[in-house]
């Protein structure tokens, strides 16, 4: 029903505005519930994506955690692999061989590797045993004798200009002449089947002295050398010495001889006396 009323030459209906406002009214209401169930909505959805942002980070979080504990297990079963190989490679190098020198120890204790042993050098020096096959006389018995003394490189017969003679002493006689011209090398001892100077005396060896005629050289007063053969007494370290002069000589020495020495071997009464003949 509309009521209309004029009021000052205007009409007002006054059923129509009211409706209206009332229209006004509810549509404001219904505004105000729209804005507030999308307020609440909006909150809903940045509380959800709060929360969605928030458990995402929480398991990157959890999983870099897990990884951090993977790796740091990785490395420590890789330290004890590394330290159980150390282990056994100082339990190995000092249970194999002989027992380690000091330096070696002090570098084991520090985990180092101990030092290589020197490798070991080969040794040119003669044995003996070329020697002593070469110098080995076979007896009638079949026996075999070795000689202890063999030719040295520059041994030589003297020269015939030089007569140089051994004369044998007994009791002040002369009871044996040698020729030592003849050869080279004389042997003097008790074995009859080797020897060159037969000297029976018990006392004496059976291989007990030498005289050698060696090609020495030598330098004069003006710087020129000259060689000339001489004889050397050796004693072939014999059990009771040699005797130069009554002098006991060294044993495995060459010693010169010189005119008129005079030798003695062992504790016989014999004497040897060198003597060189003047030339003519």
Not at 168 to 187: E, H, P
Request: proline share 5%; glycine share 8%.
């Amino acid at each position: 029903m509309k009521t209309t009323e004029a009021v000052g030459g205007i009409e007002i209906r006054i059923g129509e505005t009211t409706r209206a406002a009332t229209e006004t009214r509810a549509a404001d209401a219904t505004g105000e519930k729209k804005m507030m169930v999308l307020t609440e909505a909006i909150a809903a959805t940045s509380t959800a994506g709060t929360e969605e942002t928030g458990t995402a980070e929480d398991d990157r979080h959890s999983r870099d955690e897990d990884d951090d504990r993977r790796h740091r297990r990785r490395r420590d079963i890789d330290d004890d692999t590394n330290n159980g190989s150390e282990r056994k490679a100082i339990q190995s190098a000092k249970q194999s061989g002989p027992l380690p020198d000091q330096a070696a120890s002090f570098a084991m204790a520090e985990g180092g590797e101990p030092p290589k042993p020197p490798k070991e050098q080969p040794n040119w020096g003669t044995t003996g045993t070329l020697a002593a096959a070469s110098n080995a006389v076979a007896q009638a018995d079949g026996s075999v004798v070795t000689l202890k003394y063999h030719e040295p490189p520059e041994a030589r017969k003297p020269s015939p200009r030089d007569q140089w003679k051994l004369f044998v002493f007994k009791d002040g006689a002369i009871v044996d002449t040698i020729d030592l011209g003849t050869r080279s090398c004389w042997l003097a001892g008790r074995d009859e089947a080797v020897v060159d100077l037969l000297a029976a005396h018990p006392s004496i060896s059976k291989q007990h002295a030498v005289v050698q005629f060696r090609f020495v050289e030598k330098r004069n007063e003006f710087g020129d050398r000259i060689g000339h053969v001489k004889p050397y007494l050796l004693d072939l370290a014999s059990a009771n010495g040699t005797k130069l002069n009554y002098e006991e000589v060294a044993a495995q020495r060459y010693v010169e001889l010189q005119d008129k020495d005079m030798l003695q071997f062992g504790h016989s009464a014999r004497e040897y006396v060198v003597m060189l003949a003047p030339r003519t």
